[in-house]
Structure formats: structure tokens, C-alpha cells
């Protein structure tokens, strides 16, 4: 199968400034992807890239659905919707001509029922005659991810949809975005609140001073660090000899040990039962996106020069 | 064609929508200008023979309405979208370059029209306007607004801010258009400015748009029309090469 979206020796430089530097990336179709990465890692310019927003260096490619996205630019854009990370609006409008207008310029006239239906879906059918000025910014937003899919796109991309938006609408809009991951559509989507990213996609990228750093699934990432912390609050002044091997701090009556597989649990479990000891509380932290995300920016062997 | 009947139709909606400053003013102040000259300079000025200066002045002042408001059109919906960061939505939909330039050409062209005939039924409500070759008059403003409307485009996507679009109006478009015979004949002056207006493209613009009204120009009609064709096409040329390029539109 054709990837959905596939780049390869894919450099950026503005001016002095190397903003992407060999890219090689390929995201399947159907895949629910995620580029994270600190600001100024390169992630809009790689969407701006993907997208014809931004014309990359000679000798690089990129295409979207098979299509390459300059020299085939028509059918690479009707097959893309790109959900761009500035709120920006025409004022001159209201929603509905806002969508009219956008699925005019992908070629299509009467649009109304799938128009009326995204509107529906986005909770926007009441301010479908509201001018644009008028909207609070997340319903902007909103409108933003409406205009991505007035042409029905197989792909999918988005640049930090949920930043700035409240609690509801982010998770309105990530079921409505997973809703169309599950209808076959390809998503691509930058972020910053990892968790999101965690809970929503299969794939990451890593990108860091305009390289990829890690390309993974976000199982394998977890998986590579083997960091559980235990917390058990015991009813004990000493901690028993068989337990020191275990690495651990203690934090009032609580300690936390630091365990590498889930098996260590009963071992200690099964000490602290032989010496009678009575376990008050037990938390178990595993190892998150965020965490794995930390300590690869912060890891100086990854640091692109 | 969807795509750039689209572009088309917003971009019409877009000064349509806003018609108080961007048909009505311009018709007003054009009023003004008409009526303050003509009032001074009727009884003093003459430029052809039988000819009063007003029926001498109306088609100048038409016709500068006509082509300060197509270049004001296409400038400023460029500028305001590249500034807003709406022409994002243009840029990702799959409109060609071609279409970009003719929906944004025609606009202008439009406004320019609708300008021009809200000035001459106005105009002609207090003054007898003769109207000898009506087909040069529209084959002028067509092209005219085109030449316009282009320039426009080239102003718009090369300003980064509103001053810097505003120094293009104001340095380069209202002195050519001022100093291209709207107001006199370039009989009248001196022969290095008259050698000098002879290269300021709207001076043929007006000269043969007057022919179309008077049956009198300053030079051939035929000359007028394939200077002015001449300009268009090489700024046509010019405006379409920088948008396939990207210029200062895709970094």
C-alpha cells in the first residue's frame, strides 16, 4: 500500500538556519501518528513542507497518498487537510460561507450535506451564520477543523489542535478526530500535552533542532524505560535487611522503590508478608510518554549538530 | 474552474461587502474633484479646440477612479489575507497559480467597472458626456483595470505592512496617475515632461480611454492600445512569475 505520507533526504535551511535536516519519514495509511518535539524543533515546517506552504531544498521529496507535493501539487493538496496552528480567520465572513468558500477552492460546488454534517459534528450548527469576528477562540478553532475537512481528506493533518482550547472542546475534538481515524482517514498531529499523544496514537517522531531522533511506537518508547516506582507506606520503623537491595527513598512513612519489572512486585510483597509486615498503601507510577519524552530531549547523545 | 470561481466570488464579496468605502468613496471624492476643477477651470482652460474643460476633465477623472480602485483592490485583499494569515486557506487548496492571478485580476477589474459606472451615471445626471467610440471606451477600462489589478497583485504580495503598500500607492500609483493627463494635455507642458509622460504607461491608458468619449487624443488610439497591452503583458509575465515561484507567499 502507498504510505500516506512519505518524505525522504528531506532538508530545510532558512538562510544560515537549518530548520529540517534529513528527514526520512513514511506514515502508513490509517495510522494516527504524532510529531512532538520543543518549540523550535522543526515540526510546522515539516507540516508547512508536507502541506506546499513551504518549498524545501532542492534533492529532498516528499508526497502525499503517492503524489509528490510540488510537482504534483493539485492531486497532493485535494488529498490533504491541514489544520494550521495560528487561529486564523477571514473577518469579511461567517462560518457557513467560511466552508463554502474552502470547498469551492478544492473543486467542489454543492458540499451542504457534508457542510451541515461537520458542522453538526463539531458542535457549530447554531453559529453557522455568525460571523467569524464573532466566535470565541476555540470555536475558531473549531472552524479551523472544519475548513481541513470540507473536501473529505484521507489524510489528515494537525498543528497543535487542542492548544489554547478548554478541557470539553479538547475532548470533544479528540473524538471526533479518533471518530476519523476509525473511518479510515490518515492523522498526523503535533502537541504538547503528551498524554494526549499517549493515548491517542500509535507512532511518534521525535524531532530536536530539525532532526529525527526517535521514530518508535509509543509501546516500544515506554517499554525502554523499565523505571516503575513503588510506593508502600508500611508499618514499620526499619525497613527489613531482604528489602535494601532494592534501591528506595523514603518519603515520610511511604518509601519508593525503584523496580525494573513488574515480578520484583511480589518479591517484596512476599518479604513484607514473612516479616509480618502490614502494607497501609501501595501506588504503582509506570513510566509515560512525558517521562520517555524528558529524558530524550534532555539526553545530550541525541543532540543534534 | 470551481476553484477560481470560487476566488472570484469571495473576492467580489469581499469589497462588496464593505461597497460604502470601496465603491461609494471613491465615486464621491471623484465627484468632488469634478466639481471643484471644472468650477475653477471651465472658463480659463481649454485643451482641444470646441471642447470644454469639463467634457475634457470627466473622462480623465473616470478613468483614474477606475484604476486607483482596481489596484486598491487586489493590494489590499492581499495584503489584509497575508497579514491576517487567511491566505493560508488559498495556499493549501489546490488553485493553481493561473487561477490565483485571474480571480484576483478580475476583481479588480470589477470594482474598477463598478466604480467607473457609478461615477459616469452619476456624472451624467449634471453633465452632457459625449460618448463617440464606446468600444475603445470599454476596450480601456478593461485593459486598464487589468494592468491595474496586476500591479496591484505585485504590490500585495511583495508588502510585508500596510505603510509599505501605502508608500506603493502613494509613491508610485498617484503620481502616474495624476501626472498622466487626467487633468491636461501633454501638449501643455514642457518637452522633457511631455518625452517623460510618454513612458508613464497611464498616460495611454487615459489618452485612449478620452478617444473612446471625445474622438480627439493626444497620440493614436492604435498606439495607446499596444502600449497598453505591452505593459500588461509584461507585467502579467512578471506577477505570474513570482506567484509560481512562491514569492514571498511560500517561504
Known amino acids: 500500500m502507498i504510505p500516506a505520507i512519505e518524505i525522504q ?81 477571514d473577518p469579511f465572513f461567517t462560518v457557513h460561507e467560511t466552508l463554502v468558500f474552502q470547498s469551492g477552492y478544492f473543486g467542489i460546488r454543492r458540499n451542504k450535506a457534508w457542510i451541515d454534517e461537520i458542522l453538526y459534528r463539531l458542535d457549530l450548527a447554531d453559529k453557522a451564520d455568525t460571523n467569524m469576528r464573532a466566535l470565541s477562540g476555540g470555536m475558531k478553532r473549531r472552524v479551523l477543523v472544519a475548513q481541513a475537512l470540507v473536501h473529505r481528506p484521507p489524510v489528515i493533518v494537525l498543528d497543535e489542535p487542542t492548544a489554547g482550547v478548554d478541557v470539553e472542546l479538547r475532548q470533544a475534538l479528540w473524538a471526533f478526530i479518533r471518530q476519523l481515524n476509525q473511518d479510515g482517514h490518515t492523522i498526523v498531529l503535533t502537541t504538547h500535552y503528551l498524554e494526549e499523544a499517549e493515548a491517542l496514537c500509535q507512532r511518534v517522531a521525535m524531532l530536536k533542532k530539525g532532526k529525527i531522533i526517535v521514530l518508535d511506537s ?39 522503590f525503584k523496580i525494573q519489572d513488574y515480578v520484583e512486585i511480589s518479591e ?23 517521562e520517555v519524552f524528558i529524558r530524550i530531549m534532555g539526553d545530550k547523545s541525541f543532540s543534534a549538530t | 474552474m470551481t476553484g477560481f470561481f470560487t476566488l472570484f466570488h469571495k473576492e467580489l464579496l469581499r469589497f462588496w461587502k464593505v461597497s460604502f468605502q470601496t465603491i461609494l468613496a471613491p465615486i464621491v471624492s471623484t465627484l468632488l474633484y469634478l466639481f471643484i476643477f471644472s468650477h475653477l477651470l471651465e472658463s480659463r482652460v481649454q485643451v482641444y479646440p470646441g471642447i470644454t474643460y469639463s467634457q475634457f476633465l470627466i473622462p ?30 488559498v495556499l493549501l487548496s489546490p488553485l493553481s497559480y493561473f487561477e490565483f492571478f485571474g480571480a484576483y485580476l478580475l476583481a ?51 508588502s510585508d505592512k500596510f505603510d509599505q503598500l501605502a508608500a506603493f500607492q502613494n509613491f508610485i500609483i498617484l503620481p502616474f496617475t495624476f501626472l498622466s493627463g487626467v487633468f491636461y494635455s501633454v501638449f501643455s507642458l514642457s518637452p522633457v515632461w511631455q518625452k517623460l509622460s510618454y513612458i508613464n504607461p497611464f498616460f495611454y491608458i487615459v489618452d485612449g480611454f478620452r478617444y473612446g468619449f471625445l474622438g480627439i487624443s493626444d497620440v493614436p488610439p492604435h498606439l495607446s492600445l499596444t502600449a497598453v497591452i505591452a505593459f500588461f503583458l509584461t507585467i502579467s509575465l512578471l506577477t505570474l512569475n513570482m506567484l509560481r515561484a512562491g514569492y514571498k507567499v511560500r517561504y
Open chain 1, 9 to 89: 533526504r528531506l532538508n530545510k535551511s532558512f538562510g544560515n538556519l537549518v530548520a529540517l535536516e534529513d528527514i526520512q519519514l513514511s506514515i502508513n495509511q490509517g495510522e494516527f501518528f504524532a510529531l512532538l518535539g520543543p518549540n523550535g524543533a522543526g515540526k510546522t515546517t515539516l507540516i508547512s513542507i508536507i502541506a506546499g506552504l513551504v518549498l524545501a531544498n532542492n534533492g529532498g521529496q516528499v508526497k502525499v497518498m503517492g503524489h509528490d507535493v510540488v510537482t504534483r501539487y493539485s492531486r497532493a493538496r485535494s488529498l490533504l487537510g491541514v489544520v494550521p496552528q495560528e487561529l486564523v480567520f
Open chain 1, 218 to 256: 509509543i509501546r516500544n518508547l515506554i517499554n525502554k524505560i523499565r523505571d516503575i516506582s513503588l510506593q508502600l507506606c508500611l508499618a514499620c520503623e526499619v525497613l527489613p535487611i531482604e528489602l535494601i537491595k532494592w534501591s528506595s527513598i523514603k518519603q515520610n512513612d511511604c518509601y519508593i
Open chain 1, 268 to 290: 517484596i510483597l512476599t518479604i513484607l508478608k514473612q516479616e509480618k509486615i502490614e502494607v497501609l498503601e501501595m501506588r504503582l507510577q509506570e513510566p509515560d510518554l512525558e
Open chain 2, 60 to 89: 480623465g477623472l473616470i478613468i483614474m477612479a477606475i484604476l486607483q480602485n482596481a489596484f486598491a483592490n487586489s493590494s489590499s485583499s492581499l495584503i489584509q489575507s497575508k497579514i491576517s494569515g487567511n491566505i493560508i486557506f
Open chain 2, 108 to 158: 479588480s477589474v470589477a470594482r474598477g467597472l463598478l466604480v467607473g459606472l457609478g461615477v459616469f451615471i452619476v456624472i451624467s445626471q449634471f453633465y452632457e458626456i459625449p460618448t463617440q467610440f464606446p468600444f475603445w471606451i470599454i476596450l480601456f477600462v478593461l485593459l486598464g483595470s487589468m494592468l491595474l489589478g496586476a500591479l496591484g497583485i505585485i504590490a500585495g504580495i511583495c
